[in-house]
């Protein structure tokens, strides 16, 4: 991806500059965000990382910090080749003494501008150290950085960047209903071939040698909360569909007050496969969930707009089958989601940000913000797997 173009040079006479140094450095306190140094390796880029966010390297070493005091933590690296590349994903493991019943698996990060969810996830697992009585009916793996190569290249300032260093959207690449075309391209290429990437096939292998009960994926971009299908709207899940919708239901009214529902996709727009549809399908886990937890737009219009289609006649039962159904097809072309894909969406949103705009659209940019999100979605991640143990 081309780096944003810079401004030109202008002559600024000294009693401008003290001004616009003033300037500056009020709106930086005013955003309470501390800015780590400029980076020279990605010239052309706007800003730097705000210092309240992780680097790669700084989440595994807080990682390693808080399983130093957590006996039940277990922090371990897997490697994958595959296709002439290699990754490198770290893994977490929490468990405590028995044999709880909800088995589960969170994934963080597979987009990798979005840096929010790993660090929910980094949050959710320091929450479960702290809250060991979670153990006893739930037990944990995680992968916080699912995509590491492109996370690294954000970290540095490019923004925009969701895929892989492949160039290809991981969130697109699995072996549920994978459908791949010329017309493909840029943030949702789904590759050349299902599990054709070394992240997804080192995925594969964790997920399924797990064998979760509950599996959940985290992105950002809106808000939203979604059970499979997100391949078309003619399947319905008909496994755990009314457990699963009241579980999306208390979570919602407790956390988010945003649309939730069963994903799915237009009518002839072709999607290819998720590792929602593809957990729930290969691997039968009996509860998946895919969470949106992060909106840099309106909030409050989204969950207004959300409000007047949700309490129409006859939506209830749509929701619970396809949020891609024509009467909610207008609130995801105005907001869009990866996991409700209708045609005439095609992205412009995301095509039309450029340089630290992203960022703001992906990522809370002030450090309250942060803290609220990372707060409130670690507590709707207990509340779930809570309400999955008791349903089991």
Same mark, same amino acid.
């Given at each position: 991806?081309?780096?944003?173009?810079?401004?030109? #040079?202008?002559?600024?006479?000294?009693?401008?500059?003290?001004?616009?140094?003033?300037?500056?450095?009020?709106?930086?306190?005013?955003?309470?965000?501390?800015?780590?140094?400029?980076?020279?390796?990605?010239?052309?880029?706007?800003? &730097?990382?705000?210092?309240?966010?992780?680097? =790669?390297?700084?989440?595994? /070493?807080?990682?390693?910090?808080?399983?130093?005091?957590?006996?039940?933590?277990?922090?371990?690296?897997?490697?994958?080749?595959?296709?002439?590349?290699? $990754?490198?994903?770290?893994?977490? =493991?929490?468990?405590?003494?028995?044999?709880?019943?909800?088995?589960? %698996?969170?994934? %963080?990060?597979?987009?990798?501008?979005?840096?929010? &969810?790993?660090?929910?996830?980094?949050?959710?697992?320091?929450?479960?150290?702290?809250?060991?009585?979670? +153990?006893?009916?739930?037990?944990?793996?995680?992968?916080?950085?699912?995509?590491?190569?492109?996370?690294?290249?954000?970290?540095?300032?490019?923004?925009?960047?969701?895929?892989?260093?492949?160039?290809? /959207?991981?969130?697109?690449?699995?072996?549920?209903?994978?459908?791949?075309?010329?017309?493909?391209?840029?943030?949702?290429?789904?590759?050349?071939?299902?599990? !054709?990437?070394?992240?997804?096939?080192?995925?594969? *292998?964790?997920? =399924? &040698?797990?064998?979760?009960?509950?599996?959940?994926?985290?992105?950002?971009?809106?808000?939203?909360?979604?059970?499979?299908?997100?391949?078309?709207?003619?399947?319905?899940?008909?496994?755990?569909?009314?457990?699963?919708?009241?579980?999306?239901?208390?979570? /919602?009214?407790?956390?988010?007050?945003?649309?939730?529902?069963? @994903?799915?996709?237009?009518?002839?727009? !072709?999607?290819?496969?998720?590792?929602?549809?593809?957990?729930?399908?290969?691997? *039968?886990?009996?509860?998946? %969930?895919?969470?949106?937890?992060?909106?840099?737009?309106?909030?409050?219009?989204?969950?207004?707009?959300?409000?007047?289609?949700?309490?129409?006649?006859? @939506?209830? +039962?749509?929701?619970?089958? &396809?949020?891609?159904?024509?009467?909610?097809?207008?609130?995801?072309?105005?907001?869009?989601?990866? %996991?409700?894909?209708?045609?005439?969406?095609?992205? #412009?949103?995301?095509?039309? +940000?450029?340089?630290?705009?992203?960022?703001?659209?992906?990522?809370? /940019?002030?450090?309250?913000?942060?803290?609220?999100?990372?707060?409130?979605?670690?507590?709707?991640?207990?509340?779930?797997?809570?309400? $999955?143990?008791?349903?089991?």
């Amino acid at each position: 991806r081309a780096a944003p173009r810079g401004c030109r #040079e202008m002559a600024v006479p000294n009693s401008m500059k003290h001004l616009i140094v003033a300037w500056t450095v009020g709106i930086a306190i005013a955003a309470k965000t501390r800015l780590r140094p400029r980076s020279e390796s990605v010239a052309g880029f706007e800003r &730097s990382l705000p210092s309240f966010y992780h680097t =790669s390297q700084e989440l595994k /070493d807080e990682l390693q910090q808080v399983a130093g005091n957590c006996p039940e933590m277990i922090l371990r690296t897997e490697t994958a080749s595959y296709a002439g590349r290699s $990754v490198e994903l770290d893994v977490v =493991s929490i468990k405590g003494n028995g044999q709880p019943k909800n088995k589960v %698996f969170l994934l %963080f990060g597979e987009h990798a501008r979005e840096l929010i &969810s790993a660090e929910s996830g980094l949050h959710f697992a320091k929450t479960v150290c702290e809250q060991k009585n979670v +153990l006893r009916n739930n037990e944990f793996m995680m992968v916080l950085n699912a995509n590491p190569g492109s996370r690294a290249k954000v970290e540095q300032g490019d923004w925009c960047l969701r895929v892989n260093p492949n160039g290809v /959207d991981l969130n697109r690449n699995w072996d549920e209903h994978w459908e791949g075309d010329a017309s493909y391209g840029g943030d949702t290429n789904p590759g050349e071939g299902p599990f !054709s990437e070394a992240e997804t096939q080192l995925l594969k *292998k964790l997920v =399924s &040698s797990y064998e979760p009960t509950t599996f959940l994926t985290i992105h950002s971009g809106t808000l939203g909360m979604y059970m499979p299908w997100a391949f078309d709207m003619q399947h319905l899940a008909d496994r755990n569909q009314e457990s699963m919708m009241q579980i999306l239901q208390k979570v /919602d009214e407790d956390h988010c007050q945003c649309p939730f529902g069963a @994903a799915g996709r237009e009518v002839g727009y !072709s999607c290819p496969g998720t590792c929602l549809d593809w957990v729930f399908d290969k691997l *039968k886990t009996p509860y998946a %969930f895919a969470y949106e937890i992060y909106y840099g737009g309106s909030p409050d219009e989204l969950r207004e707009r959300w409000q007047e289609k949700v309490h129409l006649p006859g @939506a209830s +039962l749509i929701q619970a089958q &396809s949020l891609a159904h024509p009467h909610f097809k207008d609130l995801y072309v105005q907001y869009p989601s990866s %996991f409700i894909q209708v045609a005439s969406q095609q992205h #412009e949103e995301d095509n039309a +940000l450029q340089g630290f705009a992203c960022f703001g659209m992906f990522n809370p /940019d002030t450090e309250e913000k942060y803290r609220e999100t990372v707060e409130n979605w670690s507590k709707a991640y207990l509340d779930t797997v809570e309400q $999955v143990a008791l349903k089991l």
